[in-house]
């Protein structure tokens, strides 16, 4: 059976609120699934949205009451591209779309296999590999290691040092924000040191297939990188904005 648009959007949204969640915890932040959204009470993590709606028509007030707007720095994710909270003070940050591609390997990968980080020496190097040095790498803790569906893919050189690298995510929250289950396996934070994600697709998704070779794979993307996921394979599933308060 042919999956429908709708229907991977949502599995989307449900993925990478999952993933934020994930992130947040290991920041100290707890966050709560809804019915309508995911959200937290005070600020989360850096680049991670303070509420991602589930469902398409959310109740704007609903969602909003949710997060805190007194810290400077809000943000929503409104999955589905149909909120408008221009009335609550907030603006739109970005437009992007959701984009998936059906389970199979990549079209080309002749390179070392990618590796999972294991260990926190492993997740630290990630880390500063994807930080290039902006000061960010602290984003990315070893307390990703207690999630049984977070996985930082990596490529190493020869010597060891971390050469491209990607998230992995395999949750969809709901009851127990549970991250074992999903049908479907998020990619996102893909980078490569050089050659940037045009390097790095081939090899993550060889990783994906290897460590679920059943499940489609889903992210988001915008602007050049839109256009980067196509050229690996992947098609866009439906619109998203990122409503920015202040």
Known sequence: ??????????????????????????HGVPGEFGAQAWAA??????????????????DPAGVV????LTTP???VKDSFADLD????GFRVLFEAEWIHRPAGPPTAFSGVPWEVAEDPDS?????????????NADLFRPALLDDPGTFLL????????VT???????????????????????????????GGADAAWPGALDAAHRLFPGLPVVGYEHGEDLDTARRHGFTPAGPLRVWLHG
């Open 85 to 88: 909270l221009t009335a609550a």
């Open 73 to 75: 720095g809000a943000t």
């Open 154 to 161: 990596t490529a190493r050189a020869a010597d060891g040092t």
């Open 1 to 26: 059976m042919t999956t429908t648009k709708p229907s991977l959007v949502q599995k989307s949204a449900r993925n990478n609120a999952a993933w934020c969640a994930v992130m947040s915890r290991t």
């Open 164 to 194: 491209a690298g990607a998230v992995a995510s395999r949750g969809e929250g709901g009851s127990g924000e549970d991250a074992r289950g999903g049908s479907v396996l998020g990619l996102s934070n893909v980078f490569a040191r050089d």
């Open 65 to 68: 009451g949710r997060i805190d």
């Open 41 to 58: 009470p005070v600020r989360t993590p850096l680049y991670h949205p303070d509420a991602v709606t589930l469902l398409p028509g959310a």
């Open 123 to 135: 997740v630290r190097a990630w880390a500063h590999a994807w930080d290039g040095g902006d000061g």
